[in-house]
């Protein structure tokens, strides 16, 4: 009897201290923050508003160049690994809940407006895979082809957004294509198919009003537009007549679209291989300024407020971030953050950054509005941060 | 021995149980909805992806003009009763956790950038107050007042917004002023005292870039603008020069400030009285066209992505909703609810829109796409939808 007691005493000790542990683990989702461990196959998460480290969630493939989407109530994580791993994280206990392959090779993905799917772009093969939010399953694949002189060509899928009307939109990287699927429908076509629209598309980005679809070229001196209001043809857009043309410096990286950024009527786009960060005027893209930087840019980030464009570099400079201030267009601090800045990401309404230090195993928190470093935390190989407020945001 | 075994197997079915009934019940708290219960003191909890209430949380007051306002982490609302309750409602176990009585009559809160703090605007006793968000306590009373003549008159607070930089925005509804505080410093001092901005000050509202303060006036013909990044003096904007002025009706309502939008470089703005929507071009503020409708508008409640802007109406055809296209400015549907139309609220990224009939105790969602209304459940005399989408938005 004794021994029994002891027993169901120790029962209930370890599962009344196990539900007063749930308790004090939990947390909204509203303001997480996932890092990638990129050389560990794993994230971490952080509390954005205490700016700690919740808890690590490992074996995630390889994930160099991973991106991550949310489910629309932020509970979920999915993380796209380089080699082709999709899995769905829960944020609320911290464990993966559910991987499936869905490529060779993959590169991006996003959740649909309606939340009941994930689309997977990918490089090999061919195909974007539409998986099941809720159970998993691979519910269909979309052949990324083009006919040419008769002959079938695959090609690469990058630029994969959700646009609203329950849209996706992506880019046919090997086809200088640019289609659109219908995400309401249970076989999810093609309903338009745009071509030529520039030589090489690379990566893509959705205005953030959901409105525009603009797709950077690789061997064309324009982007290409497209108004999904219209739906009608894709537009040329050209950057590159700027008044103030620097010298050329050698490619390090191509800058990614997702880092370019709308911010008081204007528009920031780094070019390739250029150290400054040329300044239109939203709609018209008229030329407003070029701004001399310490590098060539990497991503230009603007504050949630749209007070300030954060901007990183790659090759020269890689240790610095350089600020700018949208109302004079001009840099006002620059900070030595660490070996190879990666990413950069905001907490919900602006008030802080985290920075990643990839060299340095560093991540590093600055207080938005003061501009001032507040705390610097251990990551292991930190590169890509994305924060929970994504889960609300069309194109992310 | 056998007694003592069967208790231990039922405490061990018991907590065994309960711990998988909390996995089951846990949500993330990213796209939830809560609708005030108006006459119920009452709120629910809406699983905006499923459509489904997940739980009541009771005994909040009077909620007659009721509002809410979130932590960034979407995890605990605050809602602020008429008669001066500030109650923090856990949005994962759906219960109350704490209050405090911040006044007489109370009319509005928000949540500062930095997350710390609760800022109430009392029309009785004339004080703002600053309730720390994590132990509730009450940590600054600011009189809200204005020497006239030698004399002390004190001010009701009203359209109280966070805005960037950390600041606090309201306007003093009997003294014509606008007032802007510090939150980021522990004294919260009024850093700015903006006089005579224009007659009887009665809702604001914070642009979505978070840039533009602008006051309604009962007693003038235009809306006070203030631009935080100059923090200079306000500027007068006349929306009073509309081309087809059509006859006053009986004002039964004033439409809130909250309730205008932009969309596609557009401003929406409900005038007092009138059976129409004037569109005026955002920045310039020239009139564009002025929409007749079915009645006087309450709300104009721009979808998250911009394309339609959805109307309700006050006193006549209290009824219906109308949906106008941003891209033609036509209206394009118009849907009866059911009696007495209060609030309008998106889901995230515009899936789903929530509106509530009030007289006929029902709560009713329209798929935004499709424009089809998809579910209606009961709720006791609904009116303010808050979905936690607005954890991350200024403002609000």
């Given at each position: 009897?004794k021994?029994?007691?002891?027993?169901?005493l120790?029962f209930?000790?370890?599962?009344?201290?196990s539900?007063?542990?749930g308790?004090?683990?939990?947390?909204?989702?509203?303001?997480?923050?996932?890092?990638?461990e990129?050389?560990?196959?794993?994230?971490?998460?952080?509390?954005?508003?205490?700016h700690?480290?919740?808890?690590?969630i490992?074996?995630l493939?390889?994930?160099?160049?991973?991106?991550?989407s949310?489910?629309?109530?932020a509970?979920?994580?999915y993380?796209i690994?380089?080699?082709?791993w999709l899995?769905?994280?829960?944020?609320?206990?911290?464990?993966?809940?559910?991987?499936?392959?869905?490529?060779?090779?993959?590169?991006?993905?996003?959740?649909t407006?309606?939340?009941?799917?994930i689309?997977v772009?990918?490089y090999k093969?061919?195909?974007?895979?539409?998986?099941?939010?809720?159970?998993?399953?691979d519910v269909?694949?979309?052949?990324?082809?083009r006919e040419v002189?008769?002959?079938?060509?695959?090609?690469r899928?990058?630029?994969?957004?959700?646009?609203?009307g329950?849209?996706l939109?992506?880019?046919?990287?090997?086809?200088?294509?640019?289609w659109?699927?219908?995400?309401?429908?249970?076989?999810?076509?093609?309903?338009?198919?745009y071509?030529?629209?520039?030589k090489?598309?690379?990566?893509?980005?959705?205005?953030?009003?959901g409105?525009?679809y603009?797709?950077?070229l690789y061997h064309?001196?324009?982007?290409?537009m497209?108004?999904?209001?219209?739906?009608?043809?894709?537009?040329?857009?050209?950057?590159?007549?700027p008044n103030?043309?620097?010298?050329?410096?050698?490619?390090?990286?191509?800058?990614?679209?997702?880092?370019?950024?709308?911010?008081g009527g204007?528009?920031?786009?780094?070019?390739v291989?250029?150290?400054?960060?040329?300044?239109?005027r939203?709609?018209?893209?008229?030329?407003?300024?070029?701004?001399?930087?310490?590098?060539?840019?990497?991503f230009?980030?603007?504050?949630?407020d749209?007070r300030?464009?954060?901007?990183?570099?790659?090759g020269q400079?890689?240790?610095?971030v350089?600020?700018?201030?949208v109302?004079?267009l001009e840099?006002v601090?620059?900070?030595?953050i660490?070996?190879?800045?990666?990413?950069?990401?905001?907490?919900?309404?602006?008030a802080?950054v985290?920075i990643?230090?990839?060299?340095?195993?560093k991540?590093?928190?600055?207080?938005?509005n003061k501009?001032?470093i507040?705390?610097k935390?251990?990551?292991?190989?930190?590169?890509?941060?994305?924060?929970?407020i994504?889960a609300?945001?069309s194109?992310?």
């Amino acid at each position: 009897m004794k021994r029994y007691g002891y027993i169901c005493l120790w029962f209930l000790f370890f599962f009344g201290y196990s539900s007063a542990m749930g308790a004090a683990d939990q947390w909204g989702t509203g303001s997480l923050m996932i890092i990638v461990e990129r050389e560990n196959s794993s994230v971490v998460v952080v509390d954005s508003l205490k700016h700690e480290i919740l808890g690590r969630i490992s074996d995630l493939g390889v994930l160099h160049h991973a991106s991550i989407s949310f489910s629309q109530d932020a509970r979920y994580a999915y993380i796209i690994s380089r080699d082709g791993w999709l899995s769905k994280l829960d944020l609320l206990t911290l464990e993966r809940v559910a991987k499936v392959k869905v490529g060779d090779s993959s590169i991006g993905l996003t959740v649909t407006q309606d939340n009941r799917y994930i689309a997977v772009s990918n490089y090999k093969p061919a195909v974007v895979k539409i998986i099941d939010a809720e159970t998993f399953e691979d519910v269909a694949a979309i052949p990324v082809e083009r006919e040419v002189n008769g002959e079938t060509v695959p090609s690469r899928v990058v630029g994969m957004v959700d646009a609203p009307g329950n849209l996706l939109v992506f880019s046919l990287m090997d086809a200088d294509g640019i289609w659109v699927v219908d995400a309401g429908s249970s076989d999810f076509p093609v309903i338009k198919k745009y071509w030529d629209i520039g030589k090489m598309p690379y990566d893509a980005l959705l205005t953030p009003d959901g409105r525009y679809y603009i797709a950077g070229l690789y061997h064309s001196r324009h982007l290409a537009m497209l108004d999904l209001w219209e739906l009608d043809k894709t537009k040329e857009i050209d950057l590159n007549n700027p008044n103030k043309k620097t010298a050329k410096m050698a490619v390090r990286k191509v800058p990614h679209l997702g880092g370019w950024s709308m911010a008081g009527g204007l528009f920031f786009a780094p070019v390739v291989a250029e150290a400054r960060l040329p300044v239109y005027r939203s709609g018209s893209f008229e030329l407003i300024k070029s701004i001399s930087l310490a590098g060539m840019p990497m991503f230009a980030m603007a504050s949630p407020d749209g007070r300030h464009v954060w901007v990183n570099f790659s090759g020269q400079n890689h240790r610095l971030v350089q600020v700018i201030d949208v109302a004079t267009l001009e840099v006002v601090k620059t900070f030595d953050i660490g070996d190879r800045v990666f990413n950069m990401e905001f907490s919900p309404k602006g008030a802080y950054v985290y920075i990643s230090s990839y060299k340095d195993n560093k991540v590093v928190v600055i207080a938005a509005n003061k501009l001032q470093i507040i705390k610097k935390f251990d990551v292991n190989t930190p590169s890509g941060i994305f924060s929970t407020i994504r889960a609300h945001i069309s194109g992310l």
